[in-house]
């Protein structure tokens, strides 16, 4: 039902942010291609890729929060890329600490952010801070928005 669009076939809106994307990974992926029936679903989703992508969350970290996303909304795109860039992040120096930053996302997205006093303390006693916990709220909302887009359009 969605269009693979190319550049020239994209809502004018569209065709700048897809020509970065491709440029960047060197090929247009199939999401991209189908998001950018929407300019604007497009051009946020990349800008607050952006900013997760630029927050003072670790790069293993911010994996697990996109893959803790993707893999509870089933997004099977997203788990294989971003298990791929885990992967070449090589193993974490605290893999009990990634558990922790799991764990929250988990909870944060099963109360809606409302978690408990003593859930985010388990959150800052495993290093973090509350400015990560706010980036975590971030990086889900950047990911919500990919997965379900990933889903609605078939390319997940």
């Not at 669009?5 to 199939?30: C, D, F, K």
């Not at 959150?123 to 916990?133: E, I």
């Not at 997965?147 to 997940?156: I, K, Q, V």
Request: glycine share 6%.
């Amino acid at each position: 039902m969605f269009t693979d669009h190319t550049v020239e076939t994209a809502p004018a809106a569209s065709r700048r942010s897809m020509e970065s994307v491709s440029a960047a990974w060197g090929h247009l992926p199939q999401a991209v291609a189908r998001m950018a029936e929407s300019p604007h679903a497009l051009d946020g989703f990349l800008k607050m890729s952006a900013l997760f992508e630029s927050t003072t969350l670790d790069p293993h970290s911010r994996e697990t929060v996109i893959l803790t996303v993707a893999e509870r909304n089933q997004c099977h795109l997203c788990i294989g890329i971003h298990e791929t860039k885990l992967a070449k992040l090589g193993p974490a120096e605290r893999p009990e600490r990634l558990e922790s930053v799991r764990q929250f996302t988990h909870q944060v997205l099963a109360s809606s952010g409302a978690v408990s006093d003593e859930e985010l303390a388990r959150f800052l006693d495993a290093g973090y801070s509350r400015q990560n916990a706010l980036e975590v709220v971030l990086g889900i909302g950047t990911y919500t928005l990919s997965t379900l887009a990933n889903r609605l359009t078939r390319s997940a």
